[in-house]
């Protein structure tokens, strides 16, 4: 899911995002940046703002598959020679974003210094994420993979801060990215506001104490 920032938090290498090149552009809340089965050419740094991406099997709904904030990659794949998009991409907020070309991030890559280095240990985490995120999904009933979905959202899944502020995410895009539905998502998030896991005005406040709600339910 969230790939937290890793590599600002652990190198800081691509803080301004300067050295990846490319250019950066705005975007408005809820604009799309690009469509499931374009052409994907470039991949994309996120310097402010947050990213949704949702994913349309053939013949089902579509369904959030990631939320992204600063210092996050998304289109990445297309460095592993995947010639399409296999998602869509919408701001989630005013973000500015740099785009950059899939030739340009290949050269850095094969530099192997202390930025290619950081950028294939995010993507393999990235990777790892996507992994842990499958087996939550067999293993985990819904309670739980909200508060898993929430403390990664806030970045408080392992150590930390006490708490952790993130932008108001709607019950609907929730559900899907737990695979349940919006009442349920209702229900669980009045349940962790009585439990004082999380409080939320305008800005939604995730507590590390959500973690109990992983071996409670």
């Given at each position: 899911?969230?790939?937290?920032g890793?590599?600002?938090?652990?190198?800081?290498?691509?803080?301004?995002?300067?050295?990846?090149?490319?250019?950066?552009?705005?975007?408005?809340?809820?604009?799309?940046?690009?469509?499931?089965?374009?052409?994907?050419?470039?991949?994309?740094?996120?310097?402010?703002?947050?990213?949704?991406?949702t994913?349309?099997?053939?013949?089902?709904?579509?369904?959030?598959?990631?939320?992204?904030?600063?210092?996050?990659?998304?289109?990445?794949?297309?460095?592993?020679?995947?010639?399409?998009?296999?998602?869509?991409?919408?701001?989630?907020?005013?973000?500015?974003?740099?785009?950059?070309?899939?030739?340009?991030?290949?050269?850095?890559?094969?530099?192997?210094?202390?930025?290619?280095?950081?950028?294939?240990?995010?993507?393999?985490?990235?990777?790892?994420?996507y992994?842990?995120?499958?087996?939550?999904?067999?293993?985990?009933?819904?309670?739980?993979?909200?508060?898993?979905?929430?403390?990664?959202?806030?970045?408080?899944?392992?150590?930390?801060?006490?708490?952790?502020?993130?932008?108001?995410?709607?019950?609907?895009?929730?559900?899907?990215?737990?695979?349940?539905?919006?009442?349920r998502?209702?229900?669980?998030?009045?349940?962790?506001?009585?439990?004082?896991?999380?409080?939320?005005?305008?800005?939604?406040?995730?507590?590390?104490?959500?973690?109990?709600?992983?071996?409670?339910?």
């Open positions: 899911m969230n790939h937290n890793q590599l600002a938090s652990h190198l800081g290498v691509f803080n301004s995002g300067a050295s990846l090149g490319g250019k950066v552009e705005q975007y408005r809340d809820k604009q799309k940046i690009y469509t499931q089965g374009e052409p994907a050419l470039t991949l994309f740094y996120i310097q402010h703002g947050g990213v949704r991406l994913t349309r099997p053939k013949g089902q709904p579509a369904a959030v598959t990631a939320i992204l904030g600063v210092h996050d990659f998304f289109g990445e794949v297309c460095l592993a020679g995947y010639p399409l998009r296999m998602s869509t991409a919408v701001a989630m907020t005013e973000s500015s974003i740099r785009t950059i070309k899939k030739g340009k991030m290949i050269q850095l890559l094969r530099k192997k210094n202390l930025a290619s280095n950081a950028l294939v240990n995010y993507l393999l985490s990235s990777l790892k994420k992994q842990d995120h499958v087996a939550d999904l067999l293993t985990s009933n819904a309670e739980q993979r909200l508060a898993r979905v929430l403390l990664r959202l806030a970045h408080l899944e392992k150590n930390g801060s006490a708490s952790a502020e993130i932008p108001m995410v709607s019950h609907q895009i929730l559900a899907e990215m737990v695979g349940t539905t919006r009442p998502v209702n229900l669980f998030m009045n349940r962790f506001r009585k439990r004082g896991y999380i409080h939320y005005d305008g800005i939604l406040v995730v507590h590390k104490s959500l973690r109990k709600a992983l071996a409670s339910s």
